[in-house]
């Protein structure tokens, strides 16, 4: 049998500056193209002992830069301990929110939190419409972004030095257009219709797996995407790929290239069964793991978590 392109790709990682923690696949949507297949019934979620052990190997460490994600990164009840004991040590934090989940009332104090640790915010916005969105990620959820999003900007998110970013990905079998031309789109659109401010926006191509792959099964077109993602590969975006230089550590606090690759449980190479607080930082030069999906970050300007690569 012929070996795929990236089984033959050999790309060893340059080391780690970016670690993000995945808390669990607890969230309050099911989105169509959700790579993790969260929902609320999501039970895969990080426990109090992992975190302290992961909050005390990144103090220890030189690592800076410090994400959050999910699922809904809120609904791990230990997410609050861990800003609080990484900010005590000038880390740069992120947190990826899917924000509907900041219009609950068990969780909106999370946007107190994060102004006082001067969290990051990246949330996603797949359009400007309520159709579009709604369709992708449950209805009501589009009203409740926009409500969140006035409530951040009131609270100095998007106008100071309080970040928030929005990620655009596609709602159907499609490939993101321009990131900079998408950003002023958006731009405009929600400061006319709804008076909204964010810093900027990035555009993530849809990895087919788990939910999108599902997805493009039931409308025959798995097919299709694949050669679509394959015809607009950019080998010049390999340089750039997130995962030369990011791991993820899931809720167990196992160690990932990237969060596609935990979502298809393909672990680090050589670190099978070692957890993130056992591994040694500072000599990761080992090569990526790669399959097919990994195509997604590779077409076009490329793609990651912050947005197009070249």
């Given at each position: 049998?012929?070996?795929?392109?990236?089984n033959e790709?050999?790309?060893?990682?340059?080391g780690?500056?970016i670690v993000?923690?995945?808390?669990?696949?607890?969230?309050?949507?099911?989105?169509?193209?959700?790579?993790?297949?969260?929902?609320?019934?999501?039970?895969?979620?990080?426990?109090?002992?992992?975190a302290?052990?992961?909050?005390?190997?990144?103090?220890?460490?030189?690592?800076?830069?410090?994400?959050?994600?999910?699922?809904?990164?809120?609904?791990?009840?230990?997410?609050?301990?861990?800003?609080?004991?990484?900010?005590?040590?000038d880390?740069?934090?992120?947190?990826?929110?899917n924000?509907?989940?900041?219009?609950?009332?068990?969780?909106?104090?999370?946007?107190?939190?994060?102004?006082?640790?001067?969290?990051?915010?990246?949330s996603?916005?797949?359009?400007?419409?309520?159709?579009?969105?709604?369709?992708?990620r449950g209805?009501?959820?589009?009203?409740?972004?926009?409500?969140?999003?006035?409530?951040?900007?009131?609270?100095?998110?998007?106008?100071?030095?309080?970040?928030?970013?929005?990620?655009?990905?596609?709602?159907?079998?499609?490939?993101?257009?321009?990131q900079?031309?998408?950003e002023?789109?958006?731009?405009?659109?929600?400061?006319?219709?709804?008076?909204?401010?964010?810093?900027?926006?990035?555009?993530?191509?849809?990895?087919?797996?788990?939910?999108f792959?599902e997805?493009?099964?039931?409308?025959?077109?798995?097919?299709?995407?694949?050669?679509?993602?394959?015809?607009?590969?950019?080998?010049?975006?390999?340089?750039?790929i997130?995962?030369?230089?990011?791991m993820?550590?899931?809720y167990?606090?196992?160690?990932?290239?990237?969060?596609?690759n935990?979502?298809?449980?393909?672990?680090m190479?050589?670190?099978?069964?070692v957890?993130f607080?056992?591994?040694?930082l500072?000599?990761l030069t080992?090569?990526?793991?790669?399959?097919?999906?990994?195509?997604?970050?590779?077409?076009?300007?490329?793609?990651?978590?912050?947005?197009?690569?070249?």
């Amino acid at each position: 049998m012929k070996k795929s392109y990236w089984n033959e790709l050999t790309i060893k990682r340059t080391g780690v500056s970016i670690v993000q923690i995945n808390l669990g696949n607890a969230c309050n949507q099911v989105c169509t193209h959700c790579h993790l297949s969260a929902s609320p019934s999501g039970s895969n979620n990080m426990e109090i002992d992992a975190a302290k052990k992961i909050s005390q190997k990144l103090i220890d460490s030189d690592i800076q830069n410090i994400e959050f994600t999910g699922g809904a990164p809120e609904m791990n009840p230990h997410l609050a301990f861990l800003i609080e004991e990484l900010s005590k040590h000038d880390k740069n934090l992120c947190v990826r929110s899917n924000l509907t989940i900041l219009d609950q009332p068990k969780y909106k104090d999370y946007i107190e939190l994060y102004k006082k640790h001067k969290v990051n915010i990246i949330s996603s916005l797949p359009c400007v419409t309520e159709e579009v969105v709604d369709k992708q990620r449950g209805r009501g959820a589009f009203e409740k972004s926009i409500r969140v999003l006035k409530q951040l900007n009131e609270m100095g998110f998007g106008e100071s030095d309080l970040s928030i970013d929005l990620v655009y990905n596609p709602a159907a079998d499609f490939l993101p257009s321009d990131q900079c031309q998408l950003e002023l789109f958006y731009k405009k659109s929600l400061s006319e219709q709804y008076d909204i401010k964010f810093n900027n926006l990035f555009t993530m191509v849809n990895s087919p797996i788990n939910r999108f792959d599902e997805f493009l099964n039931n409308i025959d077109k798995k097919d299709a995407y694949y050669q679509l993602l394959r015809d607009n590969h950019n080998p010049k975006t390999l340089d750039k790929i997130m995962c030369k230089n990011c791991m993820t550590i899931d809720y167990q606090g196992y160690a990932y290239d990237c969060d596609f690759n935990l979502a298809l449980g393909l672990k680090m190479k050589s670190l099978n069964n070692v957890r993130f607080w056992d591994i040694d930082l500072k000599n990761l030069t080992q090569e990526i793991v790669f399959d097919e999906h990994c195509y997604a970050c590779t077409v076009n300007q490329g793609s990651s978590c912050q947005g197009k690569l070249i």
